[in-house]
């Protein structure tokens, strides 16, 4: 992949949204759809218990923060992209070393980009299957702090994975009339296409013998959030009240650079179109090394994201992780 090196870090100052509500200051304080907290921390790298010399990406944290579920190509007992945990023991605890999910997750195929239901009892993740597509699964587990109790996977629902094309980048939280979910994805109908995030609702089967978890609806591009030209536009994370979310593209910023950076778009509503999207900046962003992969904290206070080796670590991708502090208790629930 080709890239620009940016070589002053940018700020962003950004009136939006259809109420004139949302106030982004990239540089200071924070103001997202009326949800009012601190900047963002310096990331930090999360240490070599998850850091290799090979690419780590895709990083989700578990609800209670404790468990970092990534991916990485690191030599494993199964081949290709495995999905893997590290586990600490109190927040302010570095990350423990990684271990494999095991042979109910990870396959010789390539398996990656997971995230975990609000409730931490639902692993959603992608996999390269055996007709060259990859497909969207859902593994379930009875005891959320049991990292490695993961079931069997099934397909998230038919309409989705019964298509010759590449769904991955999940992810899955409850619609705010608690009747099914809300589906964000990544979609691509060919591996040499481009990325782009799409949204479907999934309706919960009740027919426990189903392969699929349920049906997915009104799947459609999020066309305010892709841009329109040649780049990547991936790995859309929201916030559980559905009015902020990150994702990283390689779209060209203002200035017109062209650099894999993370994106930020705000709502007013938890049904309504999305602001325009634009650049976290810094100090998510760095001048360096392109950051990808972000997911939010179901809390909205952590992010984890990966960087190029450029931003310093242990390898070819390494993941970071970066706080906010929120100024009033409106996201406390």
């Known amino acids: 992949m080709c890239r ?11 009136g939006c949204g259809a109420e004139g509500d949302v ?20 990331p930090v790298n999360v240490g070599p218990g998850v850091n290799s010399a090979f690419q780590e990406r895709s990083p989700a944290l578990s609800p209670d923060k404790l468990s970092l579920y990534f991916t990485s190509d690191r030599p494993g ?9 590290s586990r600490r023991d109190c927040l302010e605890c ?27 009892k639902l692993l959603f993740f992608a996999r390269l299957m055996p007709d060259g597509f990859e497909d969207i ?58 990325l782009q995030i799409f949204r479907a609702t999934v309706d919960e089967d009740d027919d426990d013998a189903s ?3 349920g049906t997915c609806n009104n799947m459609e591009p999020a066309t305010e959030l892709n841009h329109v030209g040649t780049t990547n536009d991936d790995d859309a994370t929201i916030r559980k009240d559905g009015k902020e979310m990150f994702f990283w593209s390689g779209r060209p910023d203002a200035s017109g650079v062209s650099d894999p950076r993370l994106w930020t778009a705000t709502r007013s509503r938890n049904d309504g179109p999305w602001s325009a999207p634009v650049p976290v900046g810094a100090p998510i962003d760095s001048p360096v090394a392109p950051e990808l992969f972000p997911t939010l904290s179901w809390d909205a206070r952590t992010l984890v994201f990966s960087a190029g080796r450029l931003r310093g670590g242990s390898g070819l991708n390494d993941i970071w992780i ?12």
């Open 4 to 14: 620009i090196i940016r070589l002053l870090p940018l700020a962003f100052i950004v």
């Open 23 to 42: 106030l982004v200051d990239y540089n200071g304080s924070v103001e997202l759809a009326m949800v009012k907290s601190s900047g963002w921390s310096e």
């Open 77 to 85: 007992p199964f081949g290709g992209s495995d999905l893997y945990v």
């Open 94 to 120: 570095p990350f423990g070393p990684a271990v494999n999910l095991g042979p109910n997750i990870n396959t010789a195929a390539n398996e990656g980009t997971a995230t975990l239901s609000r409730d931490g």
């Open 137 to 194: 699964l859902v593994s379930e587990r009875a005891d959320k702090h049991d990292d490695l109790g993961w079931g069997p996977p099934k397909g998230l629902c038919s309409e989705l994975n019964d298509q010759a094309a590449h769904f991955n980048s999940p992810w899955v939280m409850e619609k705010p009339e608690k009747s099914g979910l809300n589906l964000y994805f990544s979609f691509r109908p060919t591996f040499a296409a481009r």
């Open 211 to 213: 392969v699929n978890f």
């Open 322 to 333: 970066a706080e906010r502090t929120p100024l009033d208790d409106d996201d406390d629930d």
